[in-house]
Each structure stands twice: as C-alpha cells, then as structure tokens.
C-alpha cells in the first residue's frame, strides 16, 4: 500500500539538508514536543543552521531567493513531522514576507543568516479575527513611538526574535500601521503559557504592550498603510503556507495508516488489514482526498506564479479546501485504523492551523 508523492520536489531554493534536519532533530523530538507544550527550540535552531529561516530572503542579503512556492514545500514537509515546528516556521515566513518588502537590511541580513526568528502579531483581544480594524494605539513618545495593545495572541510569543506589529495608525488615515517591535522591547508581557489541543508547542498566547518604545523608523511601509500591506503581501504567504501545513498533516496520515494496515494482520484470516477489500476501499478515499487537496495547491501556485486571473480567488480559497481535508483525513485514518494514534506530534492537530488572522 503506497503513498502519493510529495507536492514539491527539487525546488532550487529549499536547503538540501532540510530532509536530514527534520528526520535528525525534528521528527525524534515531536512526541515530546506535544505532550510538553515545550518550544521546539532545537529543530528551530536546526532549520536556522541549515538555512531554512533564510530561504525565503533576498539573495542580495545573503539569503536563499526562494518564493512562495518554496516556502510551501518547506512547511509542508515540517508538517509531517511537527506541527508545533511548522506553525514557527510558517508564522516566520509570513513575517519575512513584510521584512523583505519594508524592513531594514541589517534585520533582512540576520534573518538571511539564521540568526533572527521573527512572527506576526495582529490578533488583539478588542477585536478578535477583525484584524483590519486594531484597537492597539501608536502615539509619538519623543522621537520615538509608544504602543499599546493587547494582543489576544502571538505564535513563538517569547520566542521570535521581532514581531511585525499592527496598531492604529499614527496620523495618517487608514486603518492600520504595522512595526517591527523585538521581543525584548520594556512594557511587553506575556500572560500564561499556550495549553491547547494540537500545535502545544508553538508558544501561541497573548502579548501586552503597556507604553513599548520603539524607534520612529520601526515603522513597516507608509504609515496607515498596514491593510494593503497584510492583504498583498502577508495574506498570500499565510494562507498558501496554511494549505501546505495541512497538505504535509494529510499525507503524514494516509503514509502512517499505510503502514498500520500493512503491517497489521487477521490472524485467523492469514492476511493482513490492507489485503480487505473494504479497508482498501477506505483507504483509497483518504489517499484521493489528500491527493485533491495536493493538487488545489499546486494548482494555487501555478495561478500565482502565472498571473492567471484566478490567481487571488485560488489564495483566498486554498487554506479552506486543504484544511477541511486534513480534518476529514484525520478522521478517516483514525476509523480505518481503528482509532490508534501515533506517536507522532501530529495525531490531535489536524484542522488546528485554519486560523486567519494569524500572529
């Protein structure tokens, strides 16, 4: 009983070694990872070594010069290991995203040399998923800028090295501004740990700002700008790296129910649980069903990389048809295999990276 093949092979710009860092320190630690709750800091370091958090960079600032498609591949091989690890990484990317575009260079440069883990920040406990409209305020302080806010919660909170940071804007109209804040930044605290159901290790929680200080030239793009922004360039990232995330979960479901039925036998039966029409029949759905939601994202890809048309409806669709199908996945393999659970990370996360706004 055989697997269908990844979405994305021999893509120039996804690290060689990214297959050994996550068979090597990835993949060992994720059972641990998601009983603990505890930040994958090791496979991140790993990935950072291997120049994973620098594919997505410029090659001018030392970076990989990957794009999307590239980024998708790499999460979505994480996926199959990790969730917790792939959610980082995912969050990373689509702050780089903004970075690359409107972020100075020596923050472009460490990111490029695995030495910066960056995140977005733009849920706010005021405004839930409204993510276009902050209640975060940005005021002049000086010849720098005061926030406040309370974000309602932050991937890698604690972790990341920046977040790229959404408020009100500062003077100019429009609904949003968006800075680079460090995570060390005076006034930032963080209120409790993350203990969810899936994804426990990736440091999700809430951050409060109360009178952070950043310099004036923190500032991410024009100021009230931050909307066009997060639609045009961050949206693209998170959505398409979503489907990837849940894409990497399918197939780590169907390969592990592949071997569970292979090796599995019917005693008094002489025959293994792959060998029974109806299992196989099963089987085959959820290997069709991961397949589907595979070629939608290769399909959102090509529109992406051609200009077609369809391009943005294909991005604003994406996240939803490859999720839903990693839920119904997870689903099937846990009947088909009768209710067992791996000890993998990924078991209980299925459907748990559908969120929008990110941060």
């Known amino acids: 009983m055989t697997s269908a093949a990844p979405t994305h092979q021999n893509l120039s710009h996804v690290p060689e070694n990214l297959t050994a860092v996550i ?30 958090l ?15 498609a590239d980024v998708a591949a790499i999460v979505e ?18 702050a780089v995203s903004v ?37 975060g305020t940005a005021v002049r302080d000086g010849d720098g800028v005061r926030l406040d806010a309370r974000k309602s919660w932050i991937t890698a909170a604690g972790e990341a ?19 680079r804040v460090p995570s060390t930044a005076s006034g930032l605290s963080e209120p409790g740990a993350f203990d969810g159901l899936g994804l426990r290790g990736n440091a999700s929680r809430p951050v409060t700002a109360d009178g952070v200080v950043v310099p004036a030239d923190a500032l991410l793009g024009a100021d009230g700008a931050g909307l066009d922004i997060a639609l045009s360039v961050v949206l693209p990232t998170f959505l398409v790296g979503n489907a990837a995330f849940s894409v990497g979960l399918a197939q780590a479901l169907v390969d592990e129910a592949a071997a569970h039925l292979t090796r599995t036998r019917l005693e008094h039966l002489g ?36 200009g077609r ?24 393999v846990m009947r088909v295999c009768g209710a067992r659970r791996s000890a993998g990370s990924w078991g209980s996360n299925a459907g748990s990276a559908t969120r929008w706004p990110p941060g």
């Open 161 to 179: 090295d920046s977040y790229v940071w959404s408020s009100r804007p500062l003077a100019a109209d429009g609904p949003m501004t968006l800075w």
């Open 23 to 52: 068979a090597d320190v990835i993949a060992p630690a994720a059972a641990e990872v998601d009983r603990t709750g505890a930040f994958p800091r090791p496979g991140i370091d790993a990935l950072a070594r291997a120049g994973v």
């Open 309 to 332: 048309a369809d391009a943005m409806l294909r991005v604003l669709q994406v996240k939803a048809v490859a999720g839903e199908a990693a839920a119904e996945v997870a689903d099937g």
């Open 54 to 68: 620098g594919a997505a960079s410029a090659t001018d600032v030392g970076g990989g010069g990957g794009g999307l």
């Open 77 to 94: 091989q994480i996926a199959g290991a990790c969730s917790s690890t792939a959610m980082v990484v995912l969050m990373h990317f689509s």
């Open 271 to 306: 025959r293994s649980l792959a060998e029974q029409p109806t299992t196989r029949a099963q089987y085959a759905a959820l290997l069709t069903r991961t397949a589907e939601a595979r070629a939608f994202l290769a399909d959102t890809l090509t529109a992406l990389g051609t």
């Open 99 to 135: 970075l690359e575009a409107h972020g100075p260079r020596d923050v472009r440069e460490a990111v490029a040399a695995g030495r910066h883990l960056s995140t977005l920040a733009f849920s706010e406990a005021g405004t839930r998923s409204h993510f276009w409209s902050p209640a």
